[in-house]
Nanobody, 122 residues
Framework: VQLQAFGGGSVQAGGSLRLSCAAS????????VGWFRQVPGKEREFVAA????????SYEDSVKGRFTISRDNIKRTVYLQMNSLKPEDTGVYYC????????????????WGQGTQVTVSS
């Protein structure tokens, strides 16, 4: 499966963005999908993940209550709605897919899209 992430941009603190992760190739419904983010000099950080059915979701603690992950398997797209953005949410956001169980570990994911930059100014 090939993934493409888009929807990043620059916003002020308190603003919102919606990221999309579009899949081509194999059907996205076969994969758990995760969102990760990275800033220069730091490890890639888990943000959120959703299972194939959408019934199980996991969030990193700092984004709980502000971010919402969802998926539309017919459209082969996973979304990350980001509200109440903070400067510390700044980074390059990546989506990734794995055919097994939901995971918060980046090395668990076999397929990665290119990143999309999110910049939140104070």
């Amino acid at each position: 499966v090939q993934l493409q992430a888009f929807g990043g941009g620059s916003v002020q603190a308190g603003g919102s963005l919606r990221l999309s992760c579009a899949a081509s190739g194999r059907t996205l419904s076969s994969y758990t999908v995760g969102w990760f983010r990275q800033v220069p000099g730091k490890e890639r950080e888990f943000v959120a993940a959703i299972t194939q059915s959408g019934l199980t979701i996991s969030y990193e603690d700092s984004v709980k209550g502000r971010f919402t992950i969802s998926r539309d398997n017919i459209k082969r797209t996973v979304y990350l709605q980001m509200n109440s953005l903070k400067p510390e949410d700044t980074g390059v956001y990546y989506c990734a897919a794995d055919s097994t169980v939901i995971s918060r570990i980046s090395s668990s994911y076999d397929h990665w899209g290119q990143g999309t930059q999110v910049t939140v100014s104070s």
